[in-house]
């Protein structure tokens, strides 16, 4: 399985990239806002994420596919998105004109009309992604720009943080805020206790 790609982003197409990694060229499905993000990057070289897929279905002709994405985490919660019913590689791939972090938000807050503004998405379906996914967004609608942490495990401190704030009766809300704070410290926290014992530090420095 190829899990990543890099080199030279050759072109860019409404719904695909080519990457030229010697000797190969290769055809990458991307969504939309990940293309908006390689717009002024065509002649350098890039990495993909990618996700190695089969287009079709048994009684039609099937056909391999990479679909790639900028970060490991929004290849985390693209197969998250895809584990809905009916909505599938093709239907996320249209969905995703937004940052991870803005539709994360939306599902985890029940903002279902937001959701059945992205394409291909439609009112019933929104209302089956809230359903589904709400209790497993948290920790990538707390992801913010250059706040993203550099890897799963860091990921997962934030997410046990995340939980552990709500437990201890803080707002959904607040507890996003005071995470988004210790992200910005730029430390590397081993675990939840100590990203919590950081984050009340900062609060009472404020």
């Known amino acids: ?52 897929s089969i287009d079709g279905n048994p009684q039609g002709k099937l056909t391999p596919r990479l679909i790639g994405f900028l970060t490991e985490t929004e290849r985390e919660f693209f197969n998250l998105f895809c584990s809905v019913d009916g909505v599938g590689a ?5 969905a995703m004109v937004r940052p991870v972090k803005e539709i994360a938000t939306a599902i985890e807050e029940k903002d279902e009309k937001f959701l059945s503004g992205l394409p291909g998405i439609g009112n019933a379906m929104s209302e089956r992604i809230v359903a589904k996914l709400r209790r497993k967004v948290p920790k990538f609608a707390l992801l913010v720009g250059e706040n993203i942490p550099e890897n799963e495990q ?47 530090t900062i609060n009472r420095n404020q």
Do not use: C, W
Not at 186 to 195: L, Q, R
């Open 154 to 200: 860091q990921i997962d401190v934030v997410s046990e943080t995340y939980e552990a704030l709500i437990t201890l009766g803080h707002s959904e809300s607040d507890a996003r805020r005071l995470i988004d704070a210790a992200l910005k410290s730029k430390n590397k926290f081993k675990d939840s206790p100590e990203m919590i014992q950081a984050i009340y």
């Open 90 to 94: 093709r239907k996320a791939l249209r």
């Open 1 to 52: 399985m190829i899990s990543k790609i890099t080199g030279k982003l050759v072109s860019l197409h409404s719904d695909f990239a080519i990457i030229l990694a010697s000797p190969f060229e290769y055809e990458v499905l991307i969504p939309e806002y990940t293309r908006r993000q390689l717009q002024n990057e065509i002649g350098k070289t890039i990495s993909l994420h990618t996700i190695y």
